[in-house]
């Protein structure tokens, strides 16, 4: 019997897809179904660190998904969200304005700030009570009908609300992210060279050991972020938490990432750590 695929909107692979260096053609084409900015932008684009500088240890960590620069150093994040997110517009606006304040430093021109541009794709209903599947926000006065800028830019693409039909090429990379069968992986897979590269791609990681095991970290950590959440309420704190700690540890998994997955603080980690 054939393995079930790894979902292309799960984090892993997500990642292991658009975030290897190898498929940057991939990238490119997906970027470009969703930005409207000049092709030329695409050519030599960079795959950055998706950690955020922070100016004091105690400030915050900011870990995106996916960050990009482009060829003249506008700055592209990607963040895929399966499940909703509290503060997930307050979250956005932190790592742009990180993102932003992060390019220049002491003395330095604000006129040489680059762009700024989020996507956010959910598996969720986010934008209300909108249709449309794709929205773009910068900063602007509806009443005057101005924008005021464009150096923050967001995109966000709701996965629950593509229609059953084909209207941009857009369509067709949605689709293909929220396929969770190889028979629909196959049929989106005619859409474009690009699209059927990346159906190949998803293919192989589903056949790979090493993927599908981080996969499963990844839903494990869905589960305690819910866990996590839950515990905001109740207060409760689950000895699998715990566990699933224990584990990352064991495998020098960074503390910030740690604690991004689990929910527990720094310190509360480093506990677990000692007691490992």
Do not use: C
């Not at 190898?22 to 490119?28: E, G, I, M």
């Not at 067709?172 to 190889?182: D, I, P, Q, S």
């Not at 791609?201 to 993927?211: G, K, P, Q, T, Y």
């Amino acid at each position: 019997m054939p393995k079930p695929i790894l979902p292309p909107k799960s984090n892993t692979v997500f990642q292991l897809l658009f975030g290897d260096p190898r498929n940057v053609d991939l990238l490119a084409d997906f970027l470009q179904s969703v930005l409207d900015i000049p092709k030329d932008e695409y050519r030599d684009i960079v795959i950055v660190n998706p950690y955020l500088s922070r100016e004091y240890p105690d400030k915050k960590l900011g870990i995106v998904d996916l960050r990009v620069k482009t060829r003249s150093g506008q700055t592209i994040h990607v963040e895929i969200q399966r499940d909703p997110v509290p503060a997930m517009r307050e979250r956005l606006i932190f790592y742009d304005s990180r993102l932003v304040a992060g390019q220049i430093g002491t003395g330095e021109e604000f006129r040489s700030l680059k762009r700024v541009i989020s996507i956010l794709i959910t598996d969720y209903d986010m934008i209300h009570p909108s249709p449309l599947y794709h929205h773009r926000f910068t900063l602007y006065d509806r009443r005057a009908a101005v924008e005021f800028t464009d150096i923050l830019e967001i995109h966000t693409l709701e996965l629950t609300k593509i229609p059953e039909t084909p209207d941009v090429y857009l369509w067709h990379w949605l689709r293909f992210l929220r396929a969770e069968t190889k028979e629909e992986l196959d049929m989106i897979a005619t859409a474009s060279p690009a699209i059927q590269k990346a159906t190949a791609r998803v293919l192989e990681l589903s056949d790979d050991e090493r993927a599908r095991l981080i996969s499963e970290y990844e839903f494990k950590a869905r589960d305690y972020e819910r866990a996590r959440l839950d515990y905001a309420v109740t207060g409760a704190v689950t000895e699998e938490r715990i566990t699933f700690a224990r584990n990352l540890l064991k495998r020098n998994r960074p503390i910030d990432e740690i604690a991004e997955d689990t929910g527990f603080s720094r310190d509360e980690i480093e506990k677990i750590r000692d007691n490992v």
